[in-house]
Each structure stands twice: as C-alpha cells, then as structure tokens.
C-alpha cells in the first residue's frame, strides 16, 4: 500500500483552548467515574472469592519515596514524551494498515495494560482514546504529549495531595464526572475522530 504521511489524511483541526479544556474536563470526569466502577466491581470480586484480588500500582510503589522535583520530572515530562512516542507515534503506526478505529482501540489497550494496575486500567485506556483522537485530528503528536502532561500533573502531583475524603474532594469529583458527561453527550460528535469524515489511514509518518 502507498504510503501516506499525516499530512494528507489527518483532519488538520486547530484545537481551540475552548476545546482543549472541554478534552480535559472529559478525560477527568470519565476517570473518577471509570475508577469508582473499577473500584466497585474489584470489591465485589473480593467478597466473592476466597482469596483477595491484587491492585497493587507498581509505578507507585517505586515512586512514593521520590523527591517532589524527580517525581514531577519522571512523571510529568519524561513518562507522557516517552509514552506517547511508543504508544501514539511507534505502535500506532504500526496498527494503522488495519484501519484508524483498530489502531486506535489496539494501541490504547495496550496502553492501559502497560500501566499494570487494575484499578487505572479503565482510565488509561480512555486517555489513550482521547491522545490517539487528537492525533489524527490535529496531525501532530505534541498535543497528545500535553495533554497526557496534564493529566499526570493533575492526577500524579494535585490528587495525591487532596484529602482522600471530604466535601472538597467529593464535590470536585461530582464536579467533574457531571461536566465530563455533559460535555460527551452534547460536544461528543467533535471531540473524537470516528464521529467525523475521515479517510482510513493506511499508513503515515506523524510529525512531532
């Protein structure tokens, strides 16, 4: 098959910062809803069976002894570029001949699995969605290294940081998992690359 570079069959969209905030607020919501599910059916598992199903996050238990500096260093600018290199540029390249949703669906699987925790499973995969999304709409990669930035600065510096229950954290997750739903079901047909025309991509350089 002819080779095509992204330039040619990417939507070519500018992201407006509108935009970029409605990805955001999307991507967080969805994840406090997907994290509660996961949760919910890890315990239920639990009480079930004999024995207590395993969620340990190996990342962070090689990381919660790490210096604030090294851990935004790691965590938010080295893992997103690294990650989004293999997952949204190296492997989704390669998975582009079976067409855009099977590239897409399989890198992002992929994705999510790598992190090897059960209870971030759900979540990851959906960012891989959201950052393989603004990659084909965009044509460039660096918006899904900012935005997985983003997320991991939220998710792996500000969360921690919150109390693990209270009105706050509540309210902000509520806050966020209605915004997120409301934004998918109204701004939804926009915001992902399936929804719009769009050529299959058979083959492509994604430019950085």
């Known amino acids: 098959m002819k080779r095509k570079s ?15 905030i409605q990805y955001f607020v999307v991507l967080i ?12 059916v890890i315990s239920i598992i639990n009480s079930v069976f004999t024995y207590e199903l395993v969620n340990k996050n190996i990342i ?43 590239a897409i ?11 090897a925790n059960l209870e971030q499973l759900l979540y990851t995969i ?22 997985h930035m983003m997320f991991n600065f939220f998710g792996g510096i500000i969360a921690p940081h919150l109390p693990e229950e209270g009105i706050i954290t509540t309210g902000l997750a509520i806050l966020f998992a209605l915004g997120g739903s409301w934004i998918l079901l109204f701004r939804g047909k926009r ?13 492509c350089t994604l430019k950085l």
């Not at 959906?126 to 935005?147: E, Q």
């Open 29 to 40: 919501g969805m994840t406090q809803v997907m994290s509660f599910l996961t949760k919910l």
């Open 126 to 147: 959906f960012l891989g969605v959201i950052c393989a999304n603004l990659v084909i709409i965009s044509g460039k990669i660096t918006y899904a290294i900012f935005m």
């Open 60 to 102: 962070d238990s090689i990381t919660e002894d790490v210096s604030p500096g090294i851990l935004i260093l790691c965590v938010v600018i080295i893992s997103p570029i690294v990650e989004e290199i293999i997952f949204r540029k190296i492997l989704f390249e390669r998975l582009l001949p079976l067409g855009t949703t099977i």
């Open 105 to 115: 669906v399989v890198s992002s699987l992929l994705f999510g699995v790598a992190h």
């Open 6 to 20: 992204i330039d040619e069959v990417a939507l070519k969209r500018k992201i407006s910062i509108n935009e970029w």
């Open 191 to 203: 915001m992902f690359v399936q929804r719009q025309k769009i050529k299959n991509i058979c083959d």
